[in-house]
Structures are given as C-alpha cells and as structure tokens.
C-alpha cells in the first residue's frame, strides 16, 4: 500500500490553504529575526558601546560603518522576503485589510531599509570618521546627534509597522485555521 493511496484526499489540506500558511510563517518569522534583531542592536550593542566610550575613540566611525553595513545588508534581505510574502499572500485572502495595509506596511519597511542603508549610515560614517591622524577625535558632531535622533525615530516606526503587519497575519492564521481545521494536519 503506497502512502498516495492511504491519504484520503478529503482530509488533506488544498494546496492553496498550505501555501497561505507557509508563506504566511515566512513572512512571520523573518518579521521576528528582523525586528529582534533591531532590538537586539538598538537595546543591547548600541548602548553598550556607547557606556564604554567607544564613540569617543577615532576609530568608533569606521567600526560602527563595519556593524551597520552587515545588519543593513541583512535588513534589505529580509525587507525582500516580507515584501515577497505580502505579495504571495495578496490573491489569497478575501480580507481587504490584508491586501489593503499588507502591502503598504510592507512597502514602508522596504524604504526604511533602503533610506538607513544608503543614505542614513553612510551619512552618519562620514560624519565620525577623522581623515587626519594628527586631528584628535572631539566632541560628537551636532549633525551626528541629529542623525541618531532620526535613526532611533526610524527603527521605532519600524518596529510599529512589523509589529502591525504581525498581527495582521496571526489574526489571518486564526481565519484561516477557524475556516479548515485540515490545514495543519
């Protein structure tokens, strides 16, 4: 007896249910490491580095650029893999809220991205770094402050805005879970 056989095609989930669900966990959990992540460096590195007066050290600017240009890289790839999901998931729910907000949210969390990795970072690096050995690392720049003000300002809409389209695929989960029961067999 074949396992084809022994599957009573009634109780299987439909191809589009199962594709709904993992597109949807893609989505969810990249939303998690993505927003985690930001957390983890805006919450634990950051501050750290900050309290052991790395930002004063001649060297923190180009260290900083090395830190922020892998988690930018990472950044954009995950903003691609939610904006992705959204648009796999766009055709498959009746939800207007989901097609509607779904992909603007996304949207919005792609620009983010691209503003912090191409024009925000390298501006703030360019700020801090010191191209003369002779000249002293001074005072944080007035305009470097601001920038860190924007940047903080940029990374809470960001995690507003995930943690805004997180429940709107776990309140579309539970519909789709409500409605057939046989998806997660």
Request: charged share 10%.
């Amino acid at each position: 007896m074949s396992l084809h056989t022994s599957i009573n095609p009634s109780s299987s989930p439909d191809q589009s249910s199962l594709s709904r669900l993992v597109w949807q966990m893609v989505v969810l959990l990249t939303l998690a490491f993505w927003l985690g992540g930001t957390l983890l460096l805006d919450a634990v590195i950051m501050p750290e580095m900050y309290a052991a007066g790395m930002m004063n050290a001649p060297d923190f600017a180009s260290a900083g650029y090395s830190i922020f240009w892998v988690f930018n890289r990472l950044e954009l790839l995950c903003a691609g893999v939610v904006l992705t999901g959204i648009f796999a998931l766009r055709h498959h729910f009746k939800s207007s809220q989901f097609k509607r907000w779904g992909l603007v949210l996304a949207a919005l969390m792609m620009a983010i991205a691209l503003f912090t990795t191409y024009w925000l970072t390298p501006e703030m690096s360019a700020l801090g770094i010191h191209l003369s050995e002779s000249e002293a690392a001074g005072a944080v720049p007035a305009a470097m402050d601001l920038m860190h003000g924007g940047y903080f300002i940029l990374d809470f809409l960001k995690i507003a805005v995930g943690g805004t389209l997180v429940a709107i695929c776990f309140r579309n989960i539970s519909m789709l879970t409500a409605s057939n029961d046989n998806v997660l067999v």
